[in-house]
């Protein structure tokens, strides 16, 4: 079993940037794919962005290639997800999540993952 909980999300103006964190409880966040699904209200889950467990190799959401990073560090249980250039459309509550199969070409999928945090609100105001 892994509990995640996220933080950082916030109210910020377009052009600007946030830092999201997932911490993770549980000894084997390390061979977890993590990664990152935003719901805007009305939407869909929306898968936004990937990383596999050794943290080499990531997936982006087209919309945010560019704009958005993951990483982790798995001495500390924790995955992150730097946002710079936001925009109003980006707007959503972003969840983290835990996928115990290693394949990160299925991490796209939101219905793939098997563990979920509450999730953090990000506003971006025009």
């Known amino acids: 079993q892994v509990q995640l909980v996220e933080s950082g999300g916030g109210l910020v103006q377009a052009g600007g940037s946030l830092r999201l964190s997932c911490a993770a409880s549980?000894?084997?966040?390390?061979?977890?794919?993590m990664g990152w699904v935003r719901q805007a209200p009305g939407k869909e889950r929306e898968f936004v962005a990937a990383?596999?467990?050794?943290?080499?190799?990531?997936y982006y959401e087209d919309s945010v290639k560019g704009r958005f990073t993951i990483s982790r560090d798995n001495a500390k249980n924790t995955v992150y997800l730097q946002l710079n250039s936001l925009k109003p459309e980006d707007t959503a509550v972003y969840y983290c999540?835990?996928?115990?199969?290693?394949?990160?070409?299925?991490?796209?999928?939101?219905?793939?993952?098997?563990?979920w945090g509450q999730g953090t609100q990000v506003t971006v105001s025009s």
């Open positions: 549980g000894r084997t966040f390390s061979s977890y794919v």
């Open positions: 990383i596999s467990w050794t943290g080499s190799s990531t």
């Open positions: 999540a835990a996928k115990i199969n290693p394949l990160l070409t299925t991490a796209t999928i939101p219905s793939k993952y098997n563990y």
